[in-house]
């Protein structure tokens, strides 16, 4: 047995006492530049974005809210935090 431990031990879920926002880039199937706007097979391809919470010290990820670049997503994800957080976002 060893004599001290080799993880590190956290309270789950953490205490958030600070959150974190982000937004990740991704394109599906072609880049935007490269959809036509007036082919519905383009709807759901082009740029893409992953807006996600973090918890500010432990990194855990609160909230994401994958879709296109909007308000109504970042307000979603700022709706999921607060949820997940009892209001602390």
């Known amino acids: 047995m060893p004599a001290s431990s080799t993880t590190t031990w956290r309270l789950f879920p953490p ?8 937004e990740k880039w ?10 036509d706007p007036d082919d519905p097979a383009d709807d759901h391809r082009g740029d893409w974005w992953d807006h996600l919470v973090l918890d ?5 990820v609160l909230a994401v809210v994958p879709g296109a670049r909007d308000v109504e997503n970042v307000e979603a994800v700022v709706a999921e935090c607060r949820d997940r957080t009892g209001g602390g976002c």
Do not use: G, P
């Not at 205490?15 to 982000?22: G, H, K, L, P």
């Not at 991704?26 to 959809?35: H, T």
């Not at 500010?56 to 855990?60: D, V």
């Open 56 to 60: 500010a010290e432990s990194r855990l």
């Open 15 to 22: 205490q958030t006492r600070e959150v974190q926002f982000d």
């Open 26 to 35: 991704s394109f599906v199937y072609k880049k935007q530049e490269n959809c």
